[in-house]
């Protein structure tokens, strides 16, 4: 079936530092992937996405490339901010899945001033 | 702005009740989508549904259930509520096809405690 694995967290950071958070995915044929973000008190909203193999999404400085050789899709900011605190979450629909999301775990990150 | 809306923040109930979760959207999606979140688990589907009065299951389905009466409004309900179904409850809503395919829409879920 299809699945998503993130990095195990949490994850804090002092602002300005870099984030990388990793995912990889097993999927049927030619996913779409996704990273969703949950800010506190709130509900998940899409953060950025790719849909073929090569692509990179962007969104609020935040990058992902669809790497299909490595079947990851790593999230990453240069430089993060307290406002970028939230749990980050990796996603993929896959084939005829009725746009059916399949998600990771999930990563809390805590950046510090 | 686009919503979802669930009918509650905070939910207790008691373990055998029956116990129904309201979730309404106004985008004129055709997908909408019943989410359960857990520390370390992430979401997972419980039940989902393409078109009105259709519904299929996602991978946790067992001890719940869905209405979809109309396009806008989807129901998720627990037949007889138990202390493991103690959770937070997302709602979702996206498009069928096209590019907004995977852009889904949640509410602000549902904090149910079963005692």
């Known amino acids: 079936g299809n699945s998503v694995t993130q990095m195990e967290g949490p994850v804090t950071l002092s602002e300005e530092a870099f984030l990388t958070i990793n995912c990889t995915y097993t999927?049927?044929?030619?996913?779409?992937l996704f990273w969703y973000v949950q800010y506190p008190g709130e509900g998940l909203q899409l953060l950025l996405k790719?849909?073929?193999?090569?692509d990179k999404g962007s969104n609020k400085g935040f990058e992902a490339t669809y790497r299909k050789e490595t079947t990851s899709f790593h999230l990453e900011k240069g430089s993060v901010q307290v406002s970028d605190s939230a749990v980050y979450f990796c996603?993929?629909?896959?084939?005829?899945?009725?746009?059916?999301?399949?998600f990771g775990q999930g990563t809390i990150l805590t950046v510090h001033p | 702005d686009v919503k979802v809306t669930q009918s509650s923040r905070y939910l207790v109930k008691r373990t055998g009740e029956k116990v129904f979760l309201e979730c309404v959207q106004d985008?004129?999606?055709?997908?909408m989508f019943w989410y359960r979140q857990d520390p370390g688990l992430g979401l997972r589907l419980i039940y989902f549904?393409?078109?009105?009065?259709?519904?299929e299951k996602g991978d946790i389905p067992e001890g719940y259930s869905v209405s979809r009466e109309k396009k806008e409004r989807f129901s998720l309900i627990l037949e007889s509520a138990s202390t493991n179904q103690t959770s937070m409850y997302l709602c979702?809503?996206?498009?069928?096809?096209?590019?907004?395919?995977?852009?889904?829409?949640f509410g602000q879920g549902t904090r149910l405690t079963v005692v």
């Open positions: 549904s393409y078109d009105v009065k259709m519904k």
């Open positions: 979702a809503s996206s498009l069928l096809s096209g590019q907004g395919v995977g852009k889904a829409f």
């Open positions: 996603a993929l629909i896959a084939g005829t899945s009725y746009g059916k999301l399949t």
């Open positions: 999927a049927t044929g030619y996913p779409s």
């Open positions: 790719a849909t073929k193999a090569d």
């Open positions: 985008m004129d999606h055709e997908n």
